[in-house]
């Protein structure tokens, strides 16, 4: 059992930086696959960031491409989520995930647990 709660979010002007933080719960953190997700309102929750148990491979959606960073630290239990150059349409839920097995980064169906969330507000 894993449990995860997100930190960082708030409200930043376009062009900002936020920083979001999940920490875990659990000993085998390190052997969870951790992914970034994200829902706008009247939207579908989409893909955003991920990396493999090491933190050594990420992936990225093309929306956030060259400016969000994922990372991780498997001795302290989290992953980060380092946004740069937001944008309005960055506006979203962002949601920390966990995947035992790998390999889907991009498919919010491959993780077996998440956090509650956290906002992250944009303006133009």
């Known amino acids: 059992q894993v449990q995860l709660v997100e930190s960082g979010g708030g409200l930043v002007q376009a062009g900002g930086s936020l920083r979001l933080s999940c920490a875990a719960s659990?000993?085998?953190?390190?052997?969870?696959?951790m992914g970034w997700f994200r829902q706008a309102p009247g939207k579908e929750r989409e893909f955003v960031a991920a990396?493999?148990?090491?933190?050594?491979?990420?992936y990225y959606a093309d929306s956030v491409s060259g400016r969000f960073t994922i990372s991780r630290d498997n001795d302290r239990n989290t992953v980060d989520l380092q946004m740069n150059s937001l944008k309005p349409e960055d506006t979203a839920v962002y949601y920390c995930a966990a995947d035992l097995h790998g390999g889907s980064y991009g498919y919010s169906s491959a993780y077996e647990y998440w956090g509650q969330g956290t906002q992250v507000t944009v303006s133009s």
């Open positions: 659990g000993r085998l953190f390190a052997s969870y696959a």
């Open positions: 990396c493999n148990w090491s933190g050594g491979r990420t």
